[in-house]
């Protein structure tokens, strides 16, 4: 065995820009397999075909991708054996310790008997069990997890996790809670877990996507904030519900102010991109109602829709086939999730060739999702679509205003295809005509990516956020700035090791292939 492994990892040193994506091996030359056959890619002569055999293995080229690699393109070779243990490199991941996912971790559970606990209160408390999946450029000083009372929709007490993180110059008056973009229906890929390195150890969660949004918090860390990311999907990973979400979110800052580790009456900051930046929304908007006694200093918000129906046929019908695709199952999943009459709709539309498929986002994580699912015409996996065609819920965030003394720093892209800049500028508009105070940068940079703004624009965002801790005072009003800059802040470079910036810029060019062809797939001119 271990010479198999010796040899795989000598053919994965070419393939570090290959993607092979299968059901066990997520990754290219991924050998810790939980079970099934070891795929591995070597140095090929052509451009070999897209392939997609009954074996589930998927192996995608990206043609712009390879040509900026110098041109090498890899092939895909399988070996024959199976792996049906998690196996461990314990010279490249020797930070990583057996964890159990949070489904089969009682830290998770939920107590009985909490109906009489203030939200906020702080049920169970322990140092991480991993250290962090960028532990060799750690900030942090210690890392806890905190299984803390929230509310649920119908006012009834819950509880979920949070990880606070305290670096190693930590200014205790000070806490960001940083909310994550997450795409998933399972508590398994929650920031608390997909955080640690331990994670690595499932190919199925391991999630490169929330380790590049860990850098963020890092970087938040080097300056001496305490940071805390909440699970902010609850024990069940319901994401999409009304109220969970923000609750989880203030009542994950009321944790940490509970917990001794930071200032009783620290000032906090929240920060969220994506889907993590709608939630950061609907947080400061129930703020003045839910937890007015909490000092928040402003919030910056990137990437963010301010309301998104999830079952938006139109919007389906412009992703389908698109490199995200991987949209449409998760979002069904997750509306399923919240709305179990619906799971029936879906029951009885989906073609029974393709349940497997489609039940992926159940058992994996956002890269394993959005890798799979990428370009496929998911849409033909049913009968029809018309159970798309369904009147979206009320959107509670459209009834409350936006406190006038949460200054908000809004940045978002023009060429960002997921999250519409046009739509929320105006619907900003209008929170500015009733009070707010919104400061937008609006990056107007062709090739930003969704992917690529988040890691372009946390500098400013963080550097946003320091301003409000150290007490500049923010204008009132609203304001517009644009910039055409697609560059990373060499300040916010500085704070990684090179293999990090490497994987930064990876990521950047990644996002850019995306776009352009996703810009093909929805025939948007270049």
Not at 28 to 44: E, K, M, S
Not at 426 to 442: E, W
Request: with cysteine; hydrophobic share 40%; charged share 20%.
């Amino acid at each position: 065995m271990k010479s198999l492994l010796f040899l795989i990892a000598q053919l994965a040193t070419v393939n570090a820009y290959c993607k092979l994506l299968t059901t066990h091996c997520p990754r290219p030359g991924d050998f810790n397999c939980l079970c099934g056959p070891v795929y591995v890619c070597q140095h090929a002569d052509e451009y070999p075909p897209l392939r997609r055999p009954s074996d589930s293995m998927l192996y995608v080229h990206e043609r712009e991708f390879q040509r900026f690699f110098q041109q090498r393109t890899y092939n895909c070779i399988r070996l024959n054996v199976d792996v049906c243990q998690p196996t461990i490199d314990n010279n490249n991941n020797s930070n990583i310790t057996t964890v159990v996912p949070p489904s089969q971790d009682d830290f998770y559970t939920v107590p009985q008997n909490i109906s009489n606990l203030p939200p906020g209160t702080i049920l169970r408390s322990r140092k991480a069990p991993s250290p962090l999946a960028v532990s060799d450029m750690d900030y942090a000083a210690e890392t806890y997890q905190l299984l803390y009372t929230t509310t649920d929709e119908d006012n009834s007490n819950t509880a979920t996790v949070a990880t606070l993180l305290i670096p190693k110059n930590a200014n205790r008056s000070t806490l960001v809670s940083f909310q994550t973009a997450v795409h998933t229906v399972t508590i398994d890929c929650a920031p608390s877990f997909s955080f640690l390195n331990a994670s690595k150890a499932y190919p199925l969660l391991d999630s490169p996507t929330s380790q590049v949004q860990l850098l963020f918090v890092q970087a938040a860390l080097s300056r001496g904030f305490n940071v805390v990311v909440p699970d902010f999907g609850g024990p069940n990973a319901t994401i999409l519900k009304d109220r969970l979400p923000e609750h989880a979110v203030l009542d994950g800052v009321r944790a940490s102010l509970n917990s001794g580790l930071v200032d009783k009456n620290a000032t906090a900051a929240l920060w969220g991109y994506s889907g993590g930046g709608t939630t950061t929304f609907r947080a400061v908007q129930a703020q003045p109602e839910y937890a007015p006694e909490l000092r928040i200093a402003g919030a910056a918000i990137g990437g963010a829709p301010i309301y998104m129906n999830p079952l938006d046929k139109l919007r389906a019908l412009i992703v389908n086939k698109s490199p995200y695709a991987g949209f449409i199952p998760i979002l069904i999943h997750m509306y399923a999730a919240i709305r179990p009459e619906f799971q029936d709709v879906v029951d009885e539309m989906l073609k029974p060739e393709y349940r497997e498929s489609f039940d992926l986002p159940l058992h994996q994580c956002t890269d394993g999702n959005f890798n799979f699912f990428s370009n496929l015409d998911v849409l033909s996996w049913f009968r029809n679509t018309s159970f798309l065609d369904i009147t979206p819920t009320p959107d509670e965030s459209t009834k409350l205003k936006v406190p006038s003394d949460i200054p908000i720093y809004w940045y978002h892209a023009t060429a960002d295809l997921l999250a519409n800049f046009y739509d929320t500028s105006y619907r900003l508009d209008g929170y500015c005509s009733d009070g707010a105070s919104i400061t937008q940068l609006i990056n107007t940079g062709r090739d930003l990516s969704h992917t690529s703004f988040a890691i372009v624009g946390a500098s400013g965002a963080l550097k946003w956020l320091a301003d409000r801790f150290d007490g500049v005072v923010q204008d009132k009003g609203c304001s517009k700035k644009a910039t055409t800059s697609m560059e990373l802040d060499d300040e916010f470079l500085a704070l990684f090791t090179d293999d990090i910036r490497q994987n930064l810029a990876a990521t950047l060019y990644k996002g850019r292939m995306d776009l352009l062809a996703a810009r093909r797939t929805f025939r948007i001119p270049e």
